[in-house]
T-cell receptor, first 110, second 115 residues
Framework: QKEVEQNSGPLSVPEGAIASLNCTYSDRGSQSFFWYRQYSGKSPELIMFIYSNGDKEDGRFTAQLNKASQYVSLLIRDSQPSDSATYLCALQTGANNLFFGTGTRLTVIP | DAGVTQSPTHLIKTRGQQVTLRCSPKSGHDTVSWYQQALGQGPQFIFQYYEEEERQRGNFPDRFSGHQFPNYSSELNVNALLLGDSALYLC??????????????FGPGTRLLVL
């Protein structure tokens, strides 16, 4: 059984701060990891994917992967009110389908 | 370049009825996956279609079935609807020609309400 656990929310940060979102997973065979952002009433939107241990940066977003500890995180620097959304962590198995966590709701306070 | 499209956007059905949801993949994509997202939950994988065949299936009953057409578009059918089938149904497309880090892009979803 593949399980993806995300840190319980909701998470509130002031505008301009760093938001840290964490995710742990149970399946050591997982190969790729994805972060999706989902605004209320909308569908998930891909932010980043990561498959190698270490950090991957894209603009204000940094994904971190540690396969030995089975966790993946997403850092959002200089958080903006428009970043307020639910962030979904997902892992991809060799079968190419995605297993999602329940999501963490982030609120950026102006 | 058209993204993933789904129809209809909203649907209301009653228990016991049948429903068909439709999806057209992103241009250049040949694989379609369907997910169910209940309120407050993450999406759950239903099944995936490639080359007009069901390639993978999640833990959903046989009431959930699908089809993929030669133009790569897909349908999700749900029979004998239950109240618990009320959810956002998401279609995602991808390409198996891509690298190992195949990414799935989601359509806008169909919100189904079963009364």
């Amino acid at each position: 059984q593949k399980e993806v656990e995300q840190n319980s929310g909701p998470l509130s940060v002031p505008e301009g701060a760093i938001a840290s979102l964490n995710c742990t997973y149970s399946d050591r065979g997982s190969q790729s990891f994805f972060w999706y952002r989902q605004y209320s009433g909308k569908s998930p939107e891909l932010i980043m994917f990561i498959y190698s241990n270490g950090d991957k940066e894209d603009g204000r977003f940094t994904a971190q992967l540690n396969k030995a500890s089975q966790y993946v995180s997403l850092l959002i620097r200089d958080s903006q009110p428009s970043d307020s959304a639910t962030y979904l962590c997902a892992l991809q198995t060799g079968a190419n389908n995605l297993f999602f966590g329940t999501g963490t709701r982030l609120t950026v306070i102006p | 370049d058209a993204g993933v499209t789904q129809s209809p956007t909203h649907l209301i059905k009653t228990r016991g009825q049948q429903v068909t949801l439709r999806c057209s993949p992103k241009s250049g994509h040949d694989t379609v996956s369907w997910y169910q997202q209940a309120l407050g939950q993450g999406p759950q994988f239903i099944f995936q279609y490639y080359e007009e065949e069901e390639r993978q299936r999640g833990n959903f009953p046989d009431r959930f079935s699908g089809h993929q057409f030669p133009n790569y578009s897909s349908e999700l059918n749900v029979n004998a609807l239950l109240l618990g089938d009320s959810a956002l149904y998401l279609c995602a497309s991808s390409s198996l020609e891509a690298t190992q880090q195949e990414t799935q892009y989601f359509g806008p979803g169909t919100r189904l309400l079963v009364l």
